[in-house]
């Protein structure tokens, strides 16, 4: 899908909310990923992850973030990864060991469910200001994050059904604004365009399914 549109207005879900210090965030990124069949271990992957943004440097681009991943468990649904690599708090290489749940996406109105739950994605990249982000949203979940410099936020919001119907805020750290609206609306297609400030945040992302 393509588009031309562009969105300036402030959000209107942006409550005013005391912010959690930021020593909460253990680690939040935003970037690619990468998955193929591991030559070691058969029925599980390898997987390598990219990243653009990064809560820990500023040159996230150094990082090596790279595992392997099992097939998910039958009865618990939980995914283990295993990998090695710097320790945040000691610097020194060390084993680790994760394990993921997959959560199924829903629709949010009901013009989704005729149509088709939202996935869609809104970069920035602005070199001369040190800015870079990333919004993404996959159905009733939106989340994102931004590195301005020294300068970290993250935002993650989900949509609640039931008598008080609509998106909350379920973490927010520091203050740089994000297009989180812009998704929650899902109004503009892919080549849309969200302005805030000397800020351009782009659709590069945009379908249905």
């Not at 998955?35 to 271990?41: A, F, H, L, Q, R």
């Not at 970290?152 to 297009?179: H, K, N, T, V, Y």
Request: overall charge negative.
């Amino acid at each position: 899908m393509t588009g031309t549109s562009t969105w300036q207005r402030e959000p209107p879900y942006s409550p005013i909310l005391a912010l959690l210090p930021s020593w909460r965030i253990d680690w939040a990124f935003a970037g690619m990923s990468d998955s193929t069949p591991s030559t070691s271990k058969p029925g599980w992957n390898d997987c390598k992850w990219t990243h653009w943004i990064d809560s820990r440097r500023k040159d996230a681009n150094h990082v090596v973030d790279e595992g392997i991943m099992g097939p998910a468990d039958p009865k618990t649904g939980v995914q283990l990864e295993h990998g090695h690599m710097a320790n945040p708090v000691t610097g020194r290489m060390t084993d680790y060991t994760e394990g993921w749940r997959d959560s199924d996406a829903l629709a949010t109105t009901d013009e989704e469910r005729e149509h088709g739950k939202i996935c869609m994605v809104l970069e920035l990249s602005g070199e001369q200001q040190q800015a870079h982000g990333m919004v993404v949203r996959i159905g009733q979940f939106v989340q994102g994050v931004i590195r301005v410099g020294e300068f970290f936020a993250l935002e993650r919001w989900s949509w609640q059904e039931g008598e008080r119907e609509g998106w909350r805020l379920d973490a927010r750290i520091g203050d740089l604004w994000m297009p989180c609206g812009v998704a929650m609306e899902g109004l503009l297609d892919a080549g849309g365009k969200a302005e805030y400030g000397v800020y351009e945040w782009k659709v590069t992302e945009k379908e249905l399914f």
